[in-house]
């Protein structure tokens, strides 16, 4: 008799997880068009953050000062991009045998946190660049704020985003066309009215923080563009001035100089040398300032693009965010091909997290001639 129900029992176990397995290959199959993308994006972001560290970090003889963030940026973003791949995957592979609660609340955590500390980044970016181009007289990021805005960054997101622990984990779901199969995703959790206005509280904060970060870093940005247009103009009237005052004279050998520096025509040869000389050690000396100041802005405006490719990735999911919280049954009504779509835009985030290289590759000279010099021998 014993032996009869244990047999019943076994033989249900096996068909339980047979169905189980066979309910998670299903929707698995259901999220591959995503689990592909997301691949993609693992493979170009983990090759392209890779060759700037190597690059900037290891490939560069010479760090200037615009280029320091660059390196701790990309240690982020690969971070990130492993770290929510591996998350999103997992969720796409496993959807209702998700492997683990502990797995579950620590993959979302780090998912916040990478992202979020990748964010502050951007703004402590910002502020370098806006004191380095609107207050260059003024006090600047030396080393040392610059290694401690890494850490306060990564510090403020670790401590911001704990309540994360407590609002998510594996949440039961059951299959009733599959006999009430039950599987496990990792999902925000139920509770109580309470809990879930705590919940919506916390995302608000989130939410306004971010939105404070953009803010202020597109308020800092406009203030840089501004800066920036300024002194152009004022370089290139300089430029315009210097060429009018700058008339060459000859004189009785076809030697020519520049009469700023006031010359005898009536002395010697060596004295008409010596005024060549010195106006083309000036020359030289307004070139090196124009080409140093240039290469200022070059960088100011690389990072100001990295910010608004920032913005435009994390819109989406934001959006997703906010809807899904208010309507839980969200996604569980949208048709196939309306559900990849806004699965794509809800994980487009992770395009923040791989781009950066190609916009290096777009703004910085160095950078470009190191990765051909490492892939084009």
């Known amino acids: 008799m014993n032996t009869s129900t244990n047999y019943d029992d076994a033989f249900e ?15 698995s199959e259901y999220f591959l068009p995503n689990t592909i993308v997301l691949a993609i994006y693992l493979s170009i972001g983990l090759v392209g953050n890779i060759a700037v560290i190597l690059v900037y970090q290891f490939g560069l003889d010479k760090k200037t000062d615009g280029r320091y ?45 990478t992202t979020c500390t990748s964010l502050f980044l951007l703004n402590a970016i910002a502020v370098q660049r806006y004191l380095k181009i609107c207050k260059p007289f003024g006090s600047q990021m030396n080393i040392v704020w610059k290694r401690f805005s890494v850490l306060i960054c990564t510090i403020v997101s670790v401590l911001l985003y704990i309540p994360v622990l407590f609002y998510y984990g594996i949440v039961e779901t059951i299959n009733h066309s599959l006999g009430n199969i039950s599987g496990h995703q990792c999902n925000k959790l139920p509770g109580s009215p309470s809990q879930l206005s705590g919940l919506k509280i916390f995302q608000g904060f989130g939410f306004f923080v971010t939105i404070s970060n953009v803010v202020t870093i ?38 020519t100089y520049a009469p700023k520096i006031q010359v005898n025509l009536q002395s010697a040869t060596s004295d008409t040398e010596i005024s060549m000389e010195t106006s083309t050690r000036m020359n030289e000396t307004h070139t090196t300032k124009t080409a140093t100041k240039k290469s200022t802005f070059r960088i100011s405006f690389m990072f100001m693009t990295i910010s608004i490719v920032a913005f435009l990735a994390y819109l989406p999911s934001w959006t997703f965010i906010v809807i899904e919280t208010n309507n839980p049954a969200f996604w569980k009504s949208l048709p196939p091909s309306a559900f990849h779509i806004c699965l794509t835009l809800r994980r487009m985030y992770m395009i923040n997290h791989f781009c950066n290289p190609f916009i290096y590759g777009a703004f910085d000279k160095t950078f470009r001639g190191k990765i051909k010099n490492m892939f084009c021998k």
């Open 13 to 27: 176990d096996i068909k339980r997880r047979a169905f189980l397995l066979y309910w998670n290959e299903l929707t």
């Open 69 to 113: 963030f660059i390196v701790p940026l990309a240690w982020i973003d690969t971070t990130a991009l492993i770290v929510t791949a591996a998350f999103n995957l997992t969720r796409n592979m496993k959807p209702v045998i998700f492997p683990g609660h502990g797995a579950c609340k620590l993959l979302i955590y780090l998912s916040y946190v």
């Open 218 to 255: 597109t308020v800092l940005y406009i203030c840089i563009t501004i800066a920036i247009v300024k002194q152009l103009k004022r370089m290139k009237f300089i430029k315009v001035r210097r060429d009018n005052v700058i008339v060459t004279t000859s004189d009785a050998t076809g030697q």
